[in-house]
T-cell receptor, first 113, second 114 residues
Framework: SQQGEEDPQALSIQEGENATMNCSYK?????LQWYRQNSGRGLVHLIL?????REKHSGRLRVTLDTSKKSSSLLITASRAADTASYFC?????????????FGTGTRLQVTL | NAGVTQTPKFQVLKTGQSMTLQCAQD?????MSWYRQDPGMGLRLIHY???????DQGEVPNGYNVSRSTTEDFPLRLLSAAPSQTSVYFC?????????????FGQGTRLTVV
């Protein structure tokens, strides 16, 4: 079952613009992560934000978390063609023996020159 | 530094055949997982392991077996392939539970069952 849902499903912007992706989830979490997937490749970890954090930065990435609204956003500033990829949010959930990730369906970002 | 290595990258199977997808990591991670990714969906957890000799089921375990005899390797076995198992399979490893820490993913195995 999907815990997170990203919005929009697809986003097309021009190089230099900012890209914002949103993630909503259903149940309480301890952590939320964002991953990037280039076409035909594996996922790459971008950032982890804990439930007691409201905002986190990493280079051109800014992630916010609003636990009262059960939502998170990923902002990529000054986007580049190399940012073209799918972006997934993933929340933690306890399966019985370990805390595991549950992924959303992803946002496909296209950055054009 | 290889990270997580999956083999093969591509595979075509006939219905009813069996095969093993290989996954190896060189980061001495205790936690390893198998996910499948279908079009328009996020990754879904098949099986995972919290250490050598310890495995558990994820969200979609039916039709798959795993074992973990070493820290480095976590193979996924398809016992009798079905068209519904056509998917891209990803192996991941992490230092701690991947709900709590960064997970490292392999490049994936694209499996087609005809």
């Amino acid at each position: 079952s999907q815990q997170g849902e990203e919005d929009p499903q697809a986003l097309s912007i021009q190089e230099g613009e900012n890209a914002t992706m949103n993630c909503s989830y259903k149940t309480s979490i301890n952590n939320l992560q964002w991953y990037r997937q280039n076409s035909g490749r594996g996922l790459v970890h971008l950032i982890l934000i804990r439930s007691n954090e409201r905002e986190k930065h990493s280079g051109r990435l800014r992630v916010t978390l609003d636990t009262s609204k059960k939502s998170s956003s990923l902002l990529i500033t000054a986007s580049r063609a190399a940012d073209t990829a799918s972006y997934f949010c993933a929340t933690d959930g306890y399966t019985g023996t370990a805390s595991k990730l549950t992924f959303g369906t992803g946002t496909r970002l296209q950055v054009t020159l | 530094n290889a990270g997580v290595t999956q083999t093969p990258k591509f595979q075509v199977l006939k219905t009813g055949q069996s095969m093993t997808l290989q996954c190896a990591q060189d980061m001495n991670h205790e936690y390893m997982s198998w996910y499948r990714q279908d079009p328009g969906m996020g990754l879904r957890l098949i099986h995972y392991s919290v250490g050598a000799g310890i495995t558990d089921q994820g969200e979609v375990p039916n039709g798959y077996n795993v074992s973990r005899s070493t820290t480095e390797d976590f193979p996924l076995r398809l016992l009798s392939a079905a068209p519904s198992q056509t998917s891209v399979y990803f192996c991941a490893s992490s230092y701690g539970p991947d709900g709590d820490t960064e997970a490292f993913f392999g490049q994936g195995t694209r499996l087609t069952v005809v």
